[in-house]
């Protein structure tokens, strides 16, 4: 018999909502992935600072664990794609990679968390909030009980809003959910969503936001679930990782909250010259987006499937 678990109550991240602009415009909010990744080393402080510097309201970033406990910002575990060297991070002392480069120019080291939350507290970036993933495989716990320890020693900044007015914990595990509401308490969290059925199961807990697969959205059930979450749920919705100038004009006609892209600067500029006198086109995709978008979400379905002990939530009192 699966265990019942106390269903966790997150702060709804109002911060994280469309917004309007001067021409009183509704608009998502430019989510930079992993900063402006499509001209910087992702997840450096290059990226994030470069992706600031456009205009982007927003960065996502993903967290992993040295060997000594240090939490340093990388979407990979291992050091292969980003350095060109093998091993995992986990595997290494934060002394023993501090001094590595990027294989992509310019050539920026693995910034630590704490260096990134000491930027975030000067005053040209506390305007910014964060979308902070706890990556699947890590020691997600001790990540965030190390990640509670920064923001408790790290200030947010003079006049600046606190960090959990700023930063949103994101999640793919269920499991993790309770993990998140117990070590980084106050803390507003989104669910990574690449499944349908899973998406579904944690509509009903109270603040949990949702980001979610660009391809899930645009396939038959996609605007149905959209409609479910946003309407009868009244949830944000943000969708990763859109950087056609087509799929980020769908994404500002359906009124989702945030758009995760590589190219910050594009997207703002398609916001700003978005025509909202013009009719969404019947089909607003080519058959290639289609087509890719069918691609995905087959991959996906695969991956749940071999996931699926990770994403079966629990049963909540």
Known sequence: M???????NFPRPDFTTSYTDKQQRRLPQCIAHRGFSARYPENTMAAFKAAVDVGAHALEMDLQLTKDGTVVVSHD???????????????????????LRTIKAPHEPVPRFVD????????????????LEIKVGGNAKEIMQNVHQLFRSQPA??????WNERIVITVLPPSYLTLAAEYLPGFPVAHV???WSCIRDLLPIPG?????AFPLLVLPGGSGLLTQIQKKHDKPVY????????????CIWRGLDGVLTDDSEKFLEVCRGFDFEAREPWFPFTVRTYWEAVVAV???????????????????K
């Open 77 to 99: 575990p291992t050091l292969e794609s980003q350095f060109g060297r093998p091993g995992k991070i986990a595997d290494h002392d934060w002394h023993d990679i501090k001094d």
């Open 116 to 131: 990134v939350l000491t930027w975030l507290s000067q005053p040209e970036a506390q305007h910014v909030w964060v979308l």
């Open 208 to 212: 949990l936001s949702f980001n979610i």
């Open 239 to 250: 969708a990763w990782v859109v950087d056609e100038e087509h799929t980020l004009k769908w």
């Open 298 to 316: 087959a991959g996906m379905a695969w991956k749940a499937w071999t996931m699926r002990t990770v994403l079966t939530a629990p049963r909540y």
């Open 2 to 8: 699966q265990e019942t678990t106390k269903r966790p």
């Open 157 to 162: 900044g003079q006049n600046a809003r606190a």
């Open 193 to 195: 969503g690449f499944s």
